[in-house]
């Protein structure tokens, strides 16, 4: 999938969750996240390499499935939870979208990372924050519609009931392993601006676009917020850098 064409797809599919409901809004969902993988995927192998896109499916949907697959049947690493049956076919328990969605946003946390530092530790623990910073949007909006609910739901985030804090903390500690697996699969992967630039304007549009869908038509204001903040810590500082640059 070519890099803009496919950001323009993905924009558009985005666009319009917002306007569906129902079995519709969840199709809208299923077709979103397959867009979103072949489109880092297919950049990863434009800008890497196949070998490279084949390692980035191997950890991220590979991985993404054992610990979902593990989390569900166990409540570790981020607690007690389950899915219902609104996403489709299932392995393992696990909705076959699910472990795509990893490898949708760990590539262009991981490139982001990249244009923010070079250092390799630093470069995983950014990469691994960017990408669980997402789940501050994406699991209030998907909890909301009842794609899968928590069992225990509590402690949580001020006005973001029914999802634990241990859900964020345990995204935050598998996207940072996920990370650290990439980082040794991938080895230095340097930033690459021009190349990369559909991955910087994917994770800038995920970021400003789930701030706005949270707080005005989604009416989930305090996931809005604390996304803004989360993602923030890594979009924000991309956004001057590319400003600058």
């Known amino acids: 999938m070519r890099p803009w064409i496919g950001l323009g797809a993905l924009v558009l599919a985005e666009i319009g969750y917002p306007l569906t409901g129902g079995r519709a809004r969840a199709a ?53 939870y389950d899915y219902t049956g609104a996403l489709g076919p299932r ?14 946003m760990a590539w262009p946390a991981w490139v982001a990372a990249a244009r923010l530092t070079a250092r390799p530790v630093a470069r995983v623990v950014v990469a691994g924050a960017g990408l669980a910073a997402w789940d501050l949007f994406l699991d209030p909006q998907m909890v909301s519609q009842r794609y899968w609910l928590w069992r225990t739901t509590s402690p949580a985030l001020p006005g973001v009931a029914g999802i634990p804090l241990t859900n964020y903390l345990g995204w935050l500690g598998v996207a940072v392993a996920l990370m650290a697996l990439l980082r040794l699969a991938l080895g230095d992967d340097p930033a690459r601006p021009g190349v990369d630039a559909p991955m910087y304007a994917m994770y800038l549009w995920t970021f400003a676009s789930s701030i706005v869908a949270h707080g005005i038509f989604l009416g989930l204001p305090a996931s809005a917020a604390w996304g803004a903040v989360g993602m923030g810590l890594v979009a924000v500082p991309l956004a001057v850098r590319l400003w600058r640059s």
Do not use: D, K
């Open 28 to 80: 809208l969902v299923v077709v979103t996240v397959v867009i979103g993988f072949l489109l880092s995927v297919g950049h990863a192998s434009a800008s890497r390499g196949p070998r490279a896109a084949a390692l980035l499916v191997l950890v991220t949907a590979g991985g993404g499935l054992a610990v979902e697959a593990v989390g569900r049947s166990t409540g570790y690493p981020f607690g007690a």
């Open 91 to 104: 392995l393992l328990g696990v909705p076959l979208v699910i472990p795509l969605a990893w490898t949708w």
